[in-house]
């Protein structure tokens, strides 16, 4: 069932970035807890305070981008929380192959570490010992996967790419598959530049490892893209969005 509702969710993500959105809910867990007072009542609001600011004290920054689960047998799962808690909603479980996007934001609470995560719409955290940081298979020379895909939505758009063919559609229903020419790594803006076209259009697209803010989403998306798509006799068009992860160009 949870194998089921990834692939759902990673399928409307894609159009979710081109297109629409998606919305998961889950169910909540709660829990309470009570402390006794006594004569040092003057003091235990302090001591309250201490604790409560205890997983903001130690919030820490690793490095923003992608990563994946580091259990990646089949059957695993990875629980996205709604707070850094065991006892929080779980928000939706993903199957191990599954990449996400990480702000960064990590919070030690008590003797777990917590990250923060988001997939479209979804967001939330995650044990931080579950997660390792998701390694391209790369172009050589560059970092950018030898798969991939980065769309926009003013207007729609995507540009999916592998190391022959590189395919380029759009909200009308244009389709264009053209031979892949070459990427070069641009190391001064943390950037790739990925060239691909035939006789009948060229197509030149930068990808920039940043968070993405042509995005409708509030959520955390890692990996920006411009696009200049030129034709014969036509106004060379400039296409913004974000850019998406493939499983199978990671390991």
Partial sequence: ????????????????????GFSISALT?????????????????????????SGTDQSQQVHPGYYSQVDQSLGALLSIYDAPSEEAAVIVQLPGDTILNSS???????????????IGEIE??????????????????????????CGGTEPSWSIEWNSNVVTYSNIIGLLH???????TAENDKNATLLKAGDKGIELQMTITEKQCTFTPLDSFVWGEAVATVT?????????????RPVSDGYK
């Fill in 104 to 118: 960064g934001e990590e919070k030690q609470i008590d003797d777990t570490r917590w990250q923060h995560v988001s």
């Fill in 29 to 53: 867990l709660s829990a309470a807890a009570q402390a006794d007072t006594s004569d040092e009542q003057d003091q235990a609001p302090s001591s309250d305070t201490s604790s409560d600011q």
């Fill in 177 to 183: 598959r053209v031979p892949f020419q070459s990427v």
């Fill in 124 to 149: 939330g955290w995650v044990h931080a010992d579950k997660l390792k940081a998701a390694v391209p298979v790369p172009f050589s020379g560059t970092d950018l996967p030898v798969l991939g895909v």
């Fill in 1 to 20: 069932m949870a194998t089921t509702v990834l692939k759902n969710a990673s399928h409307q993500l894609l159009t979710l970035m081109l297109v629409s």
């Fill in 231 to 243: 034709q014969p006799g036509q106004k060379p068009v400039t296409l913004k969005g974000c850019c």
